[in-house]
């Protein structure tokens, strides 16, 4: 039998998001009821649905190779293992998460000195008692298995939770008083992973067409003709306008000596202004087209 990297999705939050971003890159991930081994289009590859708290545990004893989980649950686990990549992209957004200390809006705590001898409910225990230490403050810090925010005031003077929008505090009536951290996802590997030569090629291979996808996310392609005496003109149109072009545009000669092709790749969101005002200095032909990757 060939070799076959151990790979670790996220389940739960992350899991669509992940496949998602698998499937962008060209591996076609596909999940079945009740199973914890997801299907993927590369014999190479054996997926393990793997709670991203978790995830940095199992990659660091070797029962998986690689695996993808939050920077957050690497500080939480202290676990050892090499961060290959990080990879910007969470349930929600592509931004970084936020972990943040948060109380009831009446509550008369207004810094984290004010948690001296309180109760603060959260799944990030050991970074939390590891930051109150560090603000030299003692409080009780407890395991909450979820639905963090509904824990104050009624069993926790306080909570540290997870949030992208800020959305949900709001929603259950609290305001942050403070952020612990910021953390994105991570591509992380064992250490024997990485010392494999056949190993650590796979995750590198893996890792340039994840952030190639990543990189082609909101980017699109421009096609036209342009004639050579408007050339000029439609390059310093382009230069005036840095979100326009990767580098810098594609010329081709054309059969037509009085014509050449130029290309460019564009944030997607700007296709709609950007096409009529290059037909009027003198593109024809123009086409869209969708970018799916980008190896930069």
Not at 3 to 19: D, H, K, N, V, Y
Not at 73 to 96: D, G, H, I
């Amino acid at each position: 039998m060939s070799q076959q990297l151990r790979l670790g999705i996220p389940a739960g939050s992350l899991q669509e998001a992940t496949a998602e971003l698998f499937r962008s890159a060209g591996f076609k991930i596909t999940f079945a009821s009740r199973s914890y081994y997801p299907a993927i289009d590369d014999p190479e590859i054996h997926c393990t649905l793997i709670r991203a708290q978790e995830m940095p545990r199992y990659v660091q004893d070797g029962s998986l190779d690689c695996g993808l989980t939050g920077h957050d649950w690497v500080l939480e686990n202290e676990a050892k293992v090499t961060q290959l990549a990080e990879l910007v992209f969470s349930k929600v957004s592509r931004r970084p998460v936020r972990w943040v200390l948060a109380v009831p809006n009446d509550s008369p705590i207004k810094s984290v000195k004010d948690l001296q001898g309180k109760r603060i409910a959260t799944e990030l225990v050991g970074v939390t008692k590891r930051y109150l230490a560090e603000h030299g403050v003692s409080a009780n810090v407890e395991f909450s298995w979820g639905a963090t925010e509904v824990k104050p005031p009624r069993f926790a003077d306080a909570i540290v939770d997870v949030t992208e929008t800020g959305s949900s505090l709001k929603a259950n009536n609290l305001r942050i008083v403070a952020e612990l951290m910021q953390s994105t996802t991570r591509f992380i590997a064992n250490d024997k992973a990485c010392a494999d030569t056949w190993k650590k090629q796979k995750m590198d291979d893996i890792i340039l067409m994840l952030k190639g996808a990543m990189a082609a996310e909101g980017m699109a392609g421009l096609k036209m003709n342009v004639r050579v005496g408007d050339k000029d003109k439609v390059l310093a149109f382009l230069k005036a306008h840095p979100r326009t072009a990767l580098n810098s545009p594609t010329l081709s000669p054309l059969a037509d000596a009085e014509w050449l092709a130029m290309e460019i790749i564009i944030d997607e969101d700007i296709v709609r202004h950007i096409m009529p005002q290059l037909y009027a200095v003198g593109a024809r032909g123009i086409v869209e087209y969708p970018i799916n990757k980008i190896i930069l």
